[in-house]
């Protein structure tokens, strides 16, 4: 196959892009819907799939480095396709399994693109490369959710109407929802053939131009033994820089949290698809303008701009969420997601569209900066930095999804649940600063690289004599 006349590392780049557009298309809307359609089990899977995640990232760095970037990410892009799949006919222990499995998944396939955007990038192209992935990439909340929706709203005028809930009665729990459904199946149906679609286009991905790009270093071709290499992404986590950076990492899943879960659970489910597009809409303009900026402006800005965009996201979630909860109060025992809301005026939403398109401004600018950071500062240890990277925004999403039951109530949120969610967001964002902050004056400013760890080499005759060895006549290409 050729470049269709593009440079290859370029190709590449979008090659990747799309993949990660359709696979994700499949699993940003099941992840946006889960706790809408399938109730508490909804956010149970996807504290086991972050749970998992957060583990497996310590080991991604091997098995990427093993199987290449191209194949990595083609095998553990069904590994999400399984998990969307599984979704299609509910049954609980499957479900719970497959969530495990796409956490595992998911490692790797951070992992394998970590390594290969670094490879592919120089440090004049770098933080465009990474903005246009992520502006393009999460592009994947809008088809998505769009078409469902559409799905959603038929399979809602067909449903037969509940019974009018007692004056004042408690919400009911959420219950799991088991076996097939004849409003939901057919979404997941559709979502799995375009999980499956996207983890088939990695295989369209050619050899890396290393002379326009960054050349894989010696740990990317050759990784010690699985223990070895695990300790070696453990004591990277440990160093200074890395330990000023972890706050800003985690972020990123405080940050998915909110807007994939407490921000979205007080629409009705057929609101839900369009507001969360306006995300996907935000991300694909800061992608293409965020990146030139980054390259040209430096980290700071980048840094600055995100945290301008989640403050507007957090005033606007705030009021549209008291605007939502005092229009429900005239319906007893009735919270925001529910079904009487979805009479709610059309204008109740503006606020919710409007903080979307905030939140997928800073999730650009702030995605970006990470990886800006942690391919041009970590270059020789890519692989373990960006492993690193999706481990700590799991373990911080995991922790969000796993207390959102808590936080919320019956779906939905009061006042003072959300005010709770946004004083949590807020807090860390300042952590945030500070650590990068810290960042910038021990390093960044004095143009010294941050330290990394120096695990005893292993031998090229060890190598030679391991299964997984790499001669010195192979390249390190994709395969």
Request: glycine share 8%; hydrophobic share 45%.
């Given at each position: 196959?050729?470049?269709f006349?593009?440079?290859?590392?370029?190709?590449?780049l979008?090659?990747?892009t799309?993949?990660?557009?359709?696979?994700?298309?499949?699993?940003?809307?099941?992840?946006?819907?889960?706790?809408?359609?399938?109730?508490?089990?909804?956010?149970?899977?996807?504290?086991?799939?972050?749970?998992?995640?957060?583990?497996?990232?310590?080991?991604?760095p091997y098995?990427?480095?093993i199987?290449?970037?191209?194949?990595?990410?083609?095998?553990?892009?069904?590994?999400?396709?399984?998990?969307?799949?599984?979704?299609?006919?509910?049954?609980?222990?499957?479900?719970?399994?497959?969530?495990?499995i796409?956490?595992?998944?998911a490692?790797?396939?951070?992992?394998?693109?970590?390594?290969?955007?670094?490879?592919?990038?120089?440090?004049?192209?770098?933080?465009?490369f990474?903005?246009?992935?992520?502006?393009?990439?999460n592009?994947?909340?809008?088809?998505?959710?769009?078409?469902s929706?559409?799905?959603?709203e038929?399979?809602?005028?067909?449903?037969?109407?509940?019974p009018?809930?007692?004056?004042?009665?408690?919400?009911?729990p959420?219950?799991?929802?088991?076996g097939?459904?004849?409003q939901?199946?057919?979404?997941?149906?559709?979502?799995?053939?375009?999980?499956?679609?996207?983890?088939?286009?990695?295989?369209?991905?050619?050899?890396?131009?290393?002379?326009?790009?960054?050349?894989?270093s010696?740990?990317?071709?050759?990784?010690?033994?699985?223990?070895?290499s695990?300790?070696?992404?453990?004591?990277?986590?440990?160093?200074?820089?890395?330990?000023?950076l972890?706050?800003l990492?985690?972020?990123?899943g405080?940050?998915?949290t909110?807007?994939?879960?407490?921000?979205?659970?007080q629409?009705?489910?057929?609101?839900?698809?369009?507001?969360?597009?306006?995300?996907?809409?935000?991300?694909?303009?800061?992608?293409?303008?965020?990146?030139?900026?980054?390259?040209?402006?430096?980290?700071?800005?980048?840094l600055?701009?995100?945290?301008?965009?989640?403050?507007?996201?957090?005033?606007l979630?705030?009021w549209?969420?008291?605007q939502?909860?005092?229009?429900?109060?005239?319906?007893?025992?009735?919270?925001?997601?529910?079904?009487?809301?979805?009479?709610?005026?059309?204008?109740?939403?503006v606020?919710?569209?409007?903080?979307?398109?905030?939140?997928?401004?800073?999730d650009?600018?702030?995605?970006?900066?990470?990886?800006?950071l942690?391919?041009?500062?970590?270059?020789?240890?890519?692989?373990?930095?960006?492993?690193?990277?999706?481990?700590?925004?799991?373990?911080?999403?995991?922790?969000g999804?796993?207390?959102?039951?808590?936080?919320?109530?019956?779906?939905?949120?009061t006042?003072?649940?959300?005010?709770?969610?946004?004083?949590?967001?807020a807090?860390?964002?300042?952590?945030s600063?500070?650590?990068?902050?810290?960042?910038?004056?021990?390093?960044?400013?004095?143009?010294?690289?941050?330290p990394?760890p120096?695990?005893?080499?292993?031998?090229?005759?060890?190598?030679?004599?391991?299964?997984?060895?790499?001669?010195?006549?192979?390249?390190?290409?994709?395969?």
């Amino acid at each position: 196959l050729k470049s269709f006349g593009l440079p290859r590392n370029f190709y590449n780049l979008m090659v990747m892009t799309v993949s990660f557009l359709l696979v994700f298309t499949a699993f940003q809307t099941a992840q946006v819907f889960g706790g809408k359609l399938l109730g508490d089990l909804g956010s149970y899977s996807l504290g086991t799939v972050y749970g998992v995640f957060s583990v497996a990232g310590f080991a991604a760095p091997y098995a990427a480095a093993i199987l290449k970037p191209k194949k990595a990410m083609f095998l553990a892009g069904l590994g999400y396709t399984i998990y969307v799949a599984s979704l299609v006919y509910v049954i609980v222990p499957v479900v719970i399994l497959c969530s495990a499995i796409i956490g595992a998944s998911a490692a790797v396939l951070w992992c394998g693109q970590g390594t290969l955007i670094t490879q592919l990038t120089n440090a004049g192209n770098r933080a465009f490369f990474a903005s246009l992935f992520w502006g393009i990439f999460n592009l994947s909340v809008v088809p998505g959710n769009v078409t469902s929706h559409f799905l959603l709203e038929a399979s809602d005028k067909n449903a037969p109407s509940p019974p009018p809930p007692a004056p004042a009665a408690p919400a009911a729990p959420v219950d799991l929802v088991p076996g097939w459904s004849h409003q939901d199946s057919p979404l997941f149906i559709l979502l799995t053939i375009v999980s499956a679609v996207g983890s088939c286009c990695f295989l369209l991905l050619q050899a890396v131009d290393y002379s326009k790009g960054t050349p894989a270093s010696r740990d990317d071709e050759r990784q010690p033994p699985l223990l070895q290499s695990v300790k070696k992404t453990f004591l990277l986590l440990l160093t200074p820089g890395m330990l000023m950076l972890t706050p800003l990492l985690s972020l990123t899943g405080i940050e998915l949290t909110f807007w994939a879960s407490w921000l979205t659970r007080q629409m009705y489910k057929t609101v839900l698809g369009l507001v969360i597009s306006v995300f996907g809409i935000a991300e694909l303009i800061g992608g293409l303008t965020l990146g030139k900026v980054g390259d040209q402006m430096g980290p700071s800005v980048l840094l600055g701009i995100g945290m301008f965009a989640a403050t507007c996201g957090m005033v606007l979630g705030w009021w549209g969420n008291s605007q939502l909860v005092e229009y429900c109060q005239d319906f007893p025992g009735i919270l925001p997601s529910k079904g009487a809301c979805k009479q709610a005026p059309a204008y109740y939403y503006v606020p919710f569209g409007a903080a979307a398109g905030f939140w997928g401004i800073f999730d650009c600018s702030i995605q970006t900066l990470c990886q800006l950071l942690l391919s041009s500062e970590y270059q020789s240890e890519s692989s373990a930095a960006f492993a690193l990277f999706r481990t700590v925004q799991a373990m911080s999403a995991m922790l969000g999804f796993l207390i959102s039951p808590v936080l919320g109530n019956a779906g939905g949120s009061t006042k003072a649940q959300f005010v709770v969610e946004i004083l949590i967001c807020a807090s860390w964002c300042v952590v945030s600063v500070i650590g990068y902050v810290c960042f910038y004056v021990i390093y960044l400013r004095r143009n010294v690289r941050p330290p990394v760890p120096h695990v005893k080499e292993i031998s090229d005759d060890i190598f030679q004599r391991q299964s997984y060895h790499t001669t010195k006549t192979d390249t390190p290409d994709l395969p």
